[in-house]
């Protein structure tokens, strides 16, 4: 086992362009993906290159790939690598003849393992000579004017060494001034810097012997929110200890080594003020910097808010139960929100659920609305009760939702759920509506068996939990259809200024997680993969319940029976969207992804159906790719509109770039519409036939499937067909229905 101390990272060989196809060959029965590395077999966790050629916005990886179409692998000179660990457990290893280049890699590594697992894996340590820390301050530094594809010829040549640094102007563009004042810099033989990873978003740096200005090199992935501070305090590790400092002027920001973050440091200007660096006698200092990834503060704040917020509420309760207001409030003057008591007191045979839905305000239609929606139409022997806005209830019964009896939280459904500030607004005000509903409708919360939060949402969420705590006997139903993804992970479909969203999403995720976890007892999701995250020593497999969601096929049926379909050369559009205009949904990859298929057939028209915080940014990129006469915007669209839209189409698209699911594709395929996605992993029990799977973030090889359904009629045909399959076998939504039922009353 490798000791944990700084950074230990792991290049695995081999390394592949095309990483699909390889299986392991640890057991007969076993199969994997080759991309999956077993660092951790030696308590190892940061793999280089494991998705070598196939990230988006991985800026290693792009120069990596500069080296690669040069048959070089010097790249290793240029990243903190400290291991090489050699898998030998594939089925089918790459030949060494053909790829010489990359098993030429070994020169760079000790000529014997340090460490092997049986006759598969063997790991090897860096040669000291070509070791690069993750943070150091160059020897020499070379400055090269074009791109980084420049990168591979100077790194292979004799000139450069491994401590050695390298800044591009095309890179580096607003700080080229910089750049001069680095070209000729050496360092002093009595320079010496040792740096402690405090966490992985705070290192701290010790410099001692610095003299003048210099270039520090950090090896992370470069992002503009990496901050240097002057460390001054004796607070050593604090989670305060930079909060109210400046940090090094965003001036003196590089992008160092074609891919890492770099700052120019002047140490005359920092040690500048008495008493904030360690003056030697032969006027060189002694200097503290500390590297702090700067919204980790965010996280921090928002941990705060939130804690504070869940112990005030955990006050509150505790303070009117004490003043035993809950049973007095039984006796007050019935609202007209409340059913009459005569009723509740009625003992009856059908199970009581209630339906807790305050975030909904009756406006657009998301998957979790969906799955409520149709839970409450199909499961037809309960006393069903509907805890909602005054636009929802609305809503429900221009649905045909009659058989259940409505309880109104709030008269006032409009918000503006654009903005942060709006999605905040109506966040407190419905958590508090929904928190008094409950309060004022005891006797409702007591007499009945279920009740289900339809979401995650604090609004739906914490008043369940509420009644939950009144009434221990209830079972709590928690819809936990969505993970957020990490803020500031590759995968999150939160881009640039749209970030801080993301973080909110995912940060108030935490305690309804938490509190779901070990309090609930259902937990529907919308795929296998969510379940295990639920799995606890107290809660089994089966009280989780993967709810999927479903398709009412009686409209779509009736069509594809009848002699009305329409030929597939007369429809108006050759592909669907529908979902809402959301970050996760991929709404503007799918403009980028349109605008290529357009680039091949000028005539493509495609229809987007749905509405939401990214329309106006949609609309933007339809301008500016001069695509208003090939995208049609819809707007929200139910029902029979939705219907004759897909009469008219030719297929659905599902762009979704992180999800837990998706529905909104089904209800096009149901009507025999082919579909076309990013391979993720839900979809993979979602959709295993009549969907083409594209490669992950890859926009061009989605468009190539569309172009492929549309130009291939024996494809198209095959893949129709088991679209309109699928969803006859798995998602008839009467069948699903009773199946969750039947499963949460067993």
Not at 124 to 147: G, K, M, T
Request: with cysteine; proline share 3%.
């Amino acid at each position: 086992m490798v000791k944990k101390n700084k950074d230990k990272y792991v290049l695995n060989l081999p390394f592949y362009r095309d990483n699909k196809g390889y299986e392991y060959i640890w057991y007969s029965s076993a199969s994997g993906n080759a991309n999956a590395s077993m660092t951790a077999i030696f308590g190892l966790n940061n793999s280089v290159l494991e998705d070598f050629f196939s990230s988006v916005g991985n800026r290693f990886n792009e120069v990596a790939k500069s080296f690669d179409r040069q048959k070089s692998v010097d790249f290793v000179k240029l990243g903190t690598i400290n291991y090489l660990l050699e898998e030998k457990d594939l089925h089918e290893l790459p030949s060494e003849t053909d790829n010489e280049y990359i098993y030429s890699v070994r020169k760079y590594f000790a000529d014997k393992p340090e460490y092997s697992f049986g006759d598969k894996l063997f790991l090897y340590r860096i040669r000291p000579e070509f070791y690069l820390p993750h943070i150091y301050v160059p020897e020499s530094a070379f400055v090269l004017n074009r791109s980084i594809d420049d990168i591979p010829r100077l790194v292979s040549s004799s000139d450069y060494g491994t401590r050695s640094s390298i800044f591009i102007k095309e890179q580096n563009q607003s700080n080229i001034e910089n750049l001069d004042k680095i070209k000729n810099f050496q360092k002093r033989d009595s320079f010496s810097l040792n740096y402690k990873k405090i966490n992985s978003t705070k290192y701290a740096v010790d410099i001692k012997s610095v003299h003048g200005i210099f270039p520090l090199i950090f090896l992370e992935n470069y992002n503009k929110w990496w901050r240097v501070y002057l460390d001054t305090s004796d607070d050593n590790g604090s989670v305060f200890q930079t909060w109210f400092q400046k940090p090094v002027s965003d001036k003196n920001r590089l992008v160092a080594n074609g891919y890492a973050n770099g700052w120019l440091i002047d140490s005359k200007d920092l040690c500048a003020n008495k008493g904030s660096c360690q003056k030697n006698t032969d006027g060189t200092h002694d200097l503290r910097l500390i590297i702090e990834f700067w919204p980790q503060r965010l996280f921090y704040l928002g941990f705060f808010f939130l804690g504070a917020a869940f112990f005030a509420a955990i006050i509150y309760l505790i303070y009117h139960k004490k003043r035993n207001i809950l049973p007095r409030l039984f006796y007050c003057k019935a609202f007209d929100n409340t059913i009459k008591m005569s009723k509740l007191s009625k003992k009856t045979e059908k199970r009581t659920i209630i339906f807790m839905s305050n975030v909904d305000t009756g406006v657009g239609m998301s998957g979790g609305t969906t799955i409520y929606l149709y839970f409450l139409n199909h499961w037809g022997d309960t006393h069903k009760i509907f805890f909602g806005s005054l636009g929802t209830i609305r809503r429900l019964k221009q649905d045909n939702i009659h058989d259940t009896q409505y309880v109104e939280s709030d008269n006032d459904d409009y918000c503006n759920l654009l903005t942060i500030f709006g999605i905040f607004r109506h966040t407190i005000r419905r958590l508090r509506k929904g928190l008094a509903i409950v309060r004022k409708n005891s006797q409702i919360i007591l007499s009945a068996d279920y009740i289900y939060s339809v979401s995650d949402f604090y609004p739906d969420f914490w008043p369940a939990f509420y009644a939950k705590l009144k009434n221990k006997k209830i079972k709590w139903i928690v819809g936990y259809y969505l993970f957020a993804p990490a803020p500031f992970s590759r995968r999150s479909p939160y881009k640039g200024i749209h970030r801080f969203r993301g973080f909110l999403y995912w940060l108030m995720q935490r305690p309804t997680y938490f509190i779901a976890k070990r309090f609930a007892d259902i937990i529907f999701v919308t795929s296998e993969p969510d379940v295990k995250k639920f799995i606890t020593k107290k809660r089994n497999r089966d009280e989780i319940v993967v709810v999927q969601g479903g398709v009412d096929i009686t409209e779509s049926e009736k069509y594809l029976r009848s002699e009305n379909v329409i030929p597939l050369e007369k429809r108006k559009y050759d592909a669907c969207f529908v979902g809402r205009f959301h970050f996760q949904k991929g709404v503007l990859e799918l403009i980028d992804i349109w605008g290529e298929v357009c680039r091949k057939k000028n005539t493509a028209k495609l229809a987007m159906i749905g509405d939401g915080v990214l329309e106006s940014e949609v609309k933007k990129k339809i301008k500016k790719y001069g695509l208003e006469k090939n995208i049609d915007l819809l707007g929200y669209k139910n029902g029979q509109d939705k219907y004759a839209i897909f009469k008219q189409s030719k297929m659905m698209l599902h762009p979704a770039t992180y999800d837990s699911g998706g529905m909104a594709a089904a209800e096009g395929m149901a009507w025999g519409l082919p579909g076309v996605s990013f391979d993720l992993e839900a979809l993979k029990t979602y959709y295993p036939k009549g969907m083409l799977k594209s490669e992950k973030n890859n926009l061009d090889d989605f468009s190539e499937n569309i172009l492929k359904l549309i130009s291939d009629e024996n494809l198209y045909s095959k893949t129709a067909e088991d679209a309109h399959n699928l969803i006859l076998e798995v998602w008839d939504w009467k069948k699903r229905a009773e199946m969750v039922y039947k499963k949460i009353t067993i």
